[in-house]
């Protein structure tokens, strides 16, 4: 993964956050279903709907985790001055 400059990569990290939000709220569209105890059941949780649900989720999720793993070290001082201007205001 190779990055042009810290405004690049930040888009990059929005839209990969952004693909993680939403394989997140396909599978909430399954807690309606829950029981009593907050646990699924074994028939929505063995359904293919739900496992495709949470094999996307899991691919976002590690997609953005091994980003953010580069993204933090490459762009540290940004990072920081970002921050730095976001709560100076």
Avoid: C, W
């Avoid at 930040?10 to 105890?37: C, H, W, Y």
């Avoid at 929505?44 to 649900?53: F, G, H, I, K, P």
């Amino acid at each position: 993964m190779t990055f042009r400059n810290f405004k690049a990569a930040t888009n990059q990290r929005d839209r990969l956050s952004a693909s993680v939000d939403e394989a997140s709220a396909k599978i909430r569209a399954f807690d309606d279903q829950r029981g009593p105890m907050g646990l699924l059941p074994d028939s929505v949780r063995l359904s293919d709907e739900y496992q495709s649900a949470q094999a996307e989720y899991g691919h976002s999720f590690a997609r953005l985790r091994g980003f953010n793993r580069q993204y933090v070290k490459i762009f540290k001082k940004d990072i920081q001055e970002a921050r730095r201007k976001k709560y100076a205001a």
